[in-house]
């Protein structure tokens, strides 16, 4: 190695220490932010607020089924108080009421204020009388023991109230003291974990102590299952990794056999890999340093987007062939030029991404951009200096593939027909073409869907998709606004429109709304006076009640309750959950249910806007609002790829000079991304983004593909390991992205059913459909 090839190795070497390290303090985030917008709208920013922190992306739902109802009864007992003491989760509900012994103590002490049933008429003698006797009747059921010891102080039931308002919305039904199925046949839990929906880890962490704290019960006929957000997201990263494990070593071995075969040494083999490795890298650091996080997605496919840097060791090491380095050095000056401008068509294509208005695509075009650079770069300069003067021993071309490949000329009209076909086709389905709905890049089977909906009805667990907003100045309106929401929906849910919603307002009412229930609360002398008319003829003495009319006072003097007062509960989860503060304000957010054993989950939108207008409060269909962003996210990158695609054009143009040779390049490339989309599309399969992502892939492999055979053809004394370079660089390729078309992940099948016979398909096409002033001697 001469002195100058050292000083480019350690160079590189520094260089890709510095890059990991700066990769090793990169942020990297999983959440669904990916498809918003730069700068979103106020719905908008509400839906990727609820994606990481919202409570509906917090909820684990868990059901016990098998044995009997006792059974069920007691391991949900013994898993809620297993798991209350864990400090995985925050809430665990299962209708107990000694769960909620803490939310107790603290509704005694603001019953008056918290109170729904509160107002003037509750304490006239004629109120006094309904409220006390209805109380004796609760606190005489099981379901009001909790509340006997406080009757006298307590006689009108308020906490029994305050606890019924926070439980009425989708409240499950109850058997042996604990939450079970419609249909009676599981216990049910709700748990709430400490970890956000964002929190992948912690989402995994807490479905594990769930399944531990199951499995520390005596051993039974009983099973567990547990569904919500956090499962679904544990699942996904889980197959994604085992699939990405698994399909790369199967591309491993494939391509390393095949190379093998070429080069009969470890030392090209491995060097082969160097670009691939540098360029990922680079842009990995790239995103981080600008973006200041990079999307998981960015980092899975833009790993994809520069899979064609195995292609340029390729191209050196087979190309350089059985030559000495003078011939090394021949290699820049007879095949660098062709690669350069491969590298430029590909750097047009992705660098128009650059310019979306969504951080996901621009994350990607800067990512696919800068890697691809960084490794044509790293072969230009590199390979060159690591290789020395001893270059790979690749075989010779066999005789009989070069006539073969001049044959191919002879389908030229075929195949031109079958690209008009395909055309034709596309144009005729454009408006099917694509998928519009997101759930096609969701990994989630239809069972655990079916098992989350079943689980959901059973619970009257709120759903991500519906909700009422109130944006105010400060958290006063905020919750002000939240009541006046709540008063027009509470008609709905009376009518059976909807099934119920949750409020920060029901947990912590507005300081007015306080006020205003403690003017309701009378004087202590009028109390007695009144207390006295309203047990006349009761076998109850208005003496024994003495401790009421105390409360009673004290809660007249009492400070409104606050946010501050909620620490150390549930309910502080809860209401943060639902009223969340930014820059310019407060949000509070209204989860609403469908009602019970409605058919379908939908609501009635038109309803629900009409029922709140004027009230200051919006309904969002978060669902609707996200296929509705995602339309416009996808339509955005169709337009960019095809002002990268223009760009290429130009760019080939410029350099090839003829517009005969221009036809030449980019016509294989344009009819293989037409009959392999046309293809999918008849094959039933509806594209979105990641088939998009996939033909950018088809244009950025096919430029180098379809450069070289034009090359090759032009010059009848042309080389002949030119064409093996490229018919080895597209094996690769076939094997590395054919193996993603057999995972269960819709994201990897899609890259993997694009690339792969587009790859293939590119380099047939160039070598039938690229012209030539002489055919190259066999």
Known sequence: MTRRAAWIVLAWALAMALGGWLASR???????????????????????????????????????????????????????????????????????????????????????????????????????????????????????????????????????????????????????????????????????????????????????????????????????????????????????????????????????LLLWCMFRRWRPLLLT?????????????????????????????????????????????????????????????????????????????????????????????????????????????????????????????????????????????????????????????????????????????????????????????????????????????????????????????AQGLIGGYDSPARFLPSEALQRERQRAVPAPEALSRDLGLALQGQPLSAARLKPFVDAVAQARAAAPMRREDLDGSALAIAVDSLLQPHADGWTALLPLRPAPGAAGADLPAEVLRAALQGSGASFIDLKQEFESLYGSYLREAIALSLAGLAGIVLVLGASLRRPSRLLGVMLPIVAAVLIVIASLHALGVRLHLLHLIGMLLIVAVGSNYSLFIERWRRDPHADPRALLSVLVACATTAIGFGVLSLSSVPVLQAVGVTVAPGAVLALLLSAVLTPAEKDPVP
Request: glycine share 10%; hydrophobic share 50%; with cysteine.
């Open 26 to 256: 990169t942020r990297f985030t999983t959440d669904l932010s990916f498809f918003l917008p730069s700068h979103p709208s106020a719905e908008q920013q509400v839906l990727v607020e609820q994606l990481r922190e919202g409570v509906v992306s917090r909820l684990l739902m868990v059901a016990i089924d098998g044995g009997d109802g006792a059974a069920r009864a007691e391991a949900s007992r013994a898993l809620r108080q297993r798991l209350s003491a864990d400090g995985a989760c925050v809430a665990v509900q299962n209708g107990e009421l000694e769960a909620f012994d803490r939310e107790l103590a603290l509704l005694q002490r603001h019953r008056y204020t918290l109170s729904p049933a509160v107002d003037a008429q509750r304490f006239t003698p004629d109120g006094l009388r309904e409220a006390i006797l209805n109380a004796i009747d609760i606190v005489s059921s099981p379901a009001g023991l909790p509340f006997k010891a406080q009757f006298p102080s307590d006689p009108t039931g308020e906490a029994f109230e305050v606890l019924m308002g926070w439980q009425s919305q989708g409240q499950p039904n109850m058997a042996e003291g604990v939450w079970v199925s419609r249909d009676g046949a599981r216990a049910m839990l709700l748990l709430q974990t400490r970890a956000a929906g964002s929190d992948t880890d912690g989402q995994a962490e807490a479905v594990a102590r769930v399944q531990a704290a199951f499995d520390a019960l005596p051993p039974g006929a009983l099973r567990l299952e547990v569904s919500g957000p956090g499962v679904f997201a544990v699942k996904t990263r889980a197959a994604i990794q085992a699939d990405v494990a698994r399909l790369t070593l199967f591309s491993s071995i494939g391509i390393s």
């Open 273 to 493: 890999l160097v670009p691939a490795v540098s360029g990922s890298l680079a842009g990995l650091v790239a995103v981080g340093q600008v973006h200041g996080s990079v999307f998981a997605i960015t980092a899975g496919f833009g790993a994809a987007l520069v899979g064609e840097a195995v292609d340029y060791g390729i191209y050196y090491f087979v190309q350089t062939g059985r030559a000495d380095s003078g011939e090394g050095r021949r290699w820049h000056e007879n095949f660098w030029p062709t690669i350069r401008l491969g590298v430029a068509t590909s750097v047009l294509g992705f660098g128009a991404l650059l310019f979306a208005g969504f951080p996901g695509l621009a994350q990607l075009g800067l990512y696919a951009m800068t890697g691809v650079f960084v490794a044509a770069l790293t072969t230009r300069l590199v390979l060159p200096a690591m290789a020395g003067g001893q270059m790979a021993r690749t075989p010779e071309l066999p005789a009989w593939v070069t006539p073969r490949v001049l044959a191919l000329r002879a389908w030229r009209w075929p195949v031109l027909g079958a690209a008009l076909l395909a055309l034709a086709w596309l144009v005729a389905q454009r408006d099917t073409l694509w998928e519009p709905n997101l759930s096609a890049l969701s990994s989630v089977s239809l069972q655990d869907a079916e098992r989350d909906a079943r689980l959901r009805g059973d619970l009257g667990a709120p759903d991500a998709r519906y909700m009422v907003v109130v944006r105010a100045s400060d958290r006063e309106a905020a919750l002000r606004g939240a009541e006046a929401a709540a008063a027009r929906l509470q008609p709905l849910v």
